[in-house]
């Protein structure tokens, strides 16, 4: 690697539970963290974040597994609360209080529905971790290549309908000095990228268009530089959206984490 | 004496024939799960006062909404009239609750303002329902019956307005003939007083008590036709919204259940406690005894406005699923097979709610993205139902799609959707090289 870089070495809850140490957040990578081509670059780039600013935290590794959220929606719920159950008993074997995630489906059954077995924890999503971060000005953006840029952000359904959280990340795009347009169909109104409840993993059924290409027509009427995501979900789907419309090369989609760690050069 | 008596047998008859409709509805809702436990009443009723009585989610379509909200508002202004009418039939009396002084002139002053703008509000609503092709009145599930109803509905409810304002405006007319002292203040029947000033003393007195008549008998008969209509939500929709769902919309419910059989799979000694449940348990929702009393509540709650279909991002995109037809097929699978469930729960005609109302091709369009639950105007949660049917297929049949259970599999074998070693869990974070002049920053 060149010589101005330095490597990461991500830390894993079970090293650092072995020399005593309790981190004070766990990171939820999430499967589309760990294994999605496109989705592995958010987590690297919330993983320089975290880095950066000396960020007490470690994630489970291997050890980590399914939240079991596509299970539930898509009606297995046997295997969702046999999911749950096992997350939960890793969770509380590593004495886990805080755990942070940038996938608004496993904040959502973390935050809503572990409780009903048992699993109680503080859970936050990435885009609240940064906003917060930039709020108490432990995180400086300055001059960034972002400032003045016109983006748009599109709503995950689980992380604003699902749990009314539509400020954070438009705060964080706000901070980055960059220039919000809102579609016609935003917060509370957005409309889904066409992915939840399981749909990701199948055809969709019989219709005449498919829902992520009528969210990016949306998306395009603004003109904007980026498109800005904070779901795994969301951003297959709108990257999709805009290879399918042949935007892939003039506009982004970017996740909030990589927006940040581009603007200070992580 | 006569008139008294008249009144007294047809509230009787009202009140009879609303008593049999009651109880055919209880023992409806007898057939249904009692899983849907109330609890936090304080919040239920401050979520009341805000949806249902400030009508705070019929505003997210400002113009329409707002033109609801003043026939709600209006309603519940007028509603105090009906009272005094049933007071003054049974006991002879005119105006009785004109004691009330000041209060009763602020009352029924607005109220007769009210009768005006509710009788515009509806002109405009029957207008878009019978000139207008408002894209949201249509759709597979919205037949002929269902239009008809509602404008059944809507010409009953401005029937109410035409007789409410021709009252108060005879009754102006009549009183200031005979002598007596008016009671109340009628903002807008003052002014059309005035054009009947020619009329004979006879023709007045005949069209106040023609007025008086037909508008509590209409009463009387909407009182017995809304419980049989989609405008069953006049009763129910207050009531729906104090039983809202108090979750956040992402939150789907745990499956006692299932949570029972998991426990003793992840740990064959866990001591359970026994439940009182007999008989082999069914998983899910496939049919109307299989759903709670609360989705029951729901459907007929449901006005079928079809907000929720309207920003349906499968139905939007030409996807066979619509949110109301589901909330509507609920109501329509008891209406069709109730009766004989109560006679004999064990009754089956062949049918199901599940496919024979419900298309599997429906359950699996939806993305439960809560579009439709956070638009319903009275908190009816459809996702919720959706899932209870998809969790019917997939755990008593196993008939998900096939590439559904496939990630089913992957999650089961290595703990992801997708097929990868669960060992490899960590290659994303194998070569993360960060800006050496920003690490020490």
New interface residues.
């Given amino acids: 690697?060149?010589?101005?870089?330095?490597?990461?070495n991500?830390p894993?809850m079970a090293d650092r539970f072995a020399k005593g140490e309790k981190p004070e957040y766990l990171f939820w990578?999430g499967?589309a963290?760990?294994?999605?081509d496109r989705y592995?670059k958010v987590?690297?780039a919330f993983?320089?974040i975290l880095?950066?600013l000396n960020i007490d935290y470690a994630?489970l590794?291997?050890e980590?597994?399914?939240s079991?959220d596509?299970?539930?929606?898509?009606?297995?719920?046997?295997?969702f609360?046999?999911?749950a159950?096992?997350n939960i008993e890793i969770f509380n074997a590593y004495e886990v209080a805080k755990i942070i995630t940038c996938d608004p489906h496993a904040y959502?059954t973390f935050?809503?529905?572990y409780p009903?077995?048992d699993g109680n924890y503080e859970i936050i999503h990435h885009s609240q971790f940064l906003q917060k971060l930039i709020e108490d000005g432990i995180l400086k953006i300055d001059a960034n290549p972002f400032k003045g840029k016109k983006v748009t952000y599109h709503d995950p359904?689980?992380l604003g309908?699902?749990?009314?959280e539509y400020e954070a990340p438009r705060m964080v795009l706000k901070a980055l000095g960059l220039k919000l347009l809102e579609m016609p169909r935003n917060k509370?109104?957005?409309?889904?990228c066409?992915?939840?409840?399981?749909?990701?993993?199948?055809?969709?059924?019989?219709?005449?268009?498919?829902?992520f290409i009528?969210?990016i027509e949306e998306a395009l009427t603004l003109n904007p530089d980026v498109v800005a995501t904070a779901c795994p979900y969301c951003m297959v789907m709108m990257t999709d959206g805009l290879k399918y419309k042949d935007k892939i090369d003039e506009i982004k989609n970017y996740d909030i984490a990589e927006l940040i760690a581009q603007a200070?050069?992580? | 004496m006569i008139k008294q008596l008249i009144f007294g047998a047809s509230l009787l008859i009202t009140i009879g024939v609303l008593t049999y409709t009651i109880r055919k509805y209880i023992a409806y809702f007898k057939l249904t799960k009692m899983n849907f436990p109330i609890r936090n009443i304080g919040k239920r009723i401050s979520i009341m006062l805000e949806v249902a009585i400030g009508q705070t989610k019929i505003f997210r379509r400002p113009v329409l909404g707002f033109l609801h909200a003043l026939v709600f508002w209006g309603f519940c202004v007028i509603l105090v009239g009906s009272v005094e009418m049933v007071v003054d039939g049974l006991a002879g009396t005119e105006r009785a609750l004109g004691v009330l002084g000041l209060v009763y002139n602020i009352i029924f002053g607005s109220g007769d303002v009210f009768a005006l703008i509710i009788a515009f509000a509806i002109i405009i609503f029957l207008v878009r329902r019978l000139f207008l092709n408002v894209k949201r009145f249509n759709g597979i599930e919205m037949k002929h019956k269902n239009h008809l109803d509602a404008n059944i509905a809507l010409s009953l409810i401005l029937l109410l307005m035409i007789t409410l304002l021709g009252m108060n405006t005879f009754y102006l007319e009549n009183a200031s003939r005979l002598g007596h002292d008016i009671v109340g203040v009628y903002p807008v029947s003052s002014f059309f007083a005035t054009f009947f000033s020619g009329l004979s003393d006879a023709r007045v007195y005949f069209l106040h008590e023609f007025n008086w008549w037909a508008h509590i008998l209409i009463i009387f008969f909407f009182a017995n036709y809304l419980p049989y209509s989609k405008h069953f939500h006049v009763y129910l929709s207050v009531p729906n919204v104090f039983l809202s769902r108090l979750q956040p919309l992402g939150y789907l419910s745990n499956m006692p259940n299932i949570t029972k059989e998991v426990k003793l799979m992840l740990d064959p000694n866990a001591a359970m406690p026994e439940t009182e449940e007999e008989g082999i348990e069914k998983f899910g929702v496939a049919d109307i005894q299989d759903i709670s009393w609360k989705n029951y509540f729901d459907s007929l709650a449901c006005t079928q406005c079809g907000r929720c279909t309207a920003v349906c991002p499968a139905n939007i995109t030409g996807k066979k699923l619509s949110p109301r037809k589901i909330i509507m097929d609920v109501r329509a699978r008891m209406k069709e097979v109730g009766d004989e469930l109560v006679k004999n729960k064990d009754f089956t005609d062949g049918k199901t709610m599940l496919r024979d109302y419900i298309s599997e091709e429906e359950l699996w369009a939806c993305t439960t993205c809560n579009a439709c639950a956070q638009e319903c105007p009275i908190n009816i949660n459809h996702p919720s139902i959706i899932v209870d049917m998809r969790r019917y297929l997939v755990m008593e049949e196993a008939a998900g799609p096939s590439e559904l259970n496939a990630m089913f599999n992957n999650i089961e074998n290595n703990g992801a959707p997708w097929q990868f070693n669960q060992q490899d869990r960590m290659l994303w974070a194998e070569e993360i090289y960060m800006n050496k002049n920003n690490a020490d920053a």
């Fill in positions: 690697m060149e010589e101005n870089k330095i490597k990461i991500v894993i990578v499967s963290g760990a294994f999605d592995k987590s690297q993983i320089k880095t950066y994630v590794g291997v980590e597994s399914s079991g596509i299970a539930r929606r898509a009606g297995n719920e046997m295997l609360q046999m999911q159950m096992t959502n935050k809503n529905e009903d077995l359904c689980y309908r699902a749990n009314g509370s109104f957005a409309l889904c066409g992915a939840g409840g399981g749909q990701m993993f199948k055809e969709a059924e019989k219709g005449d268009k498919e829902i009528e969210r200070l050069d992580l």
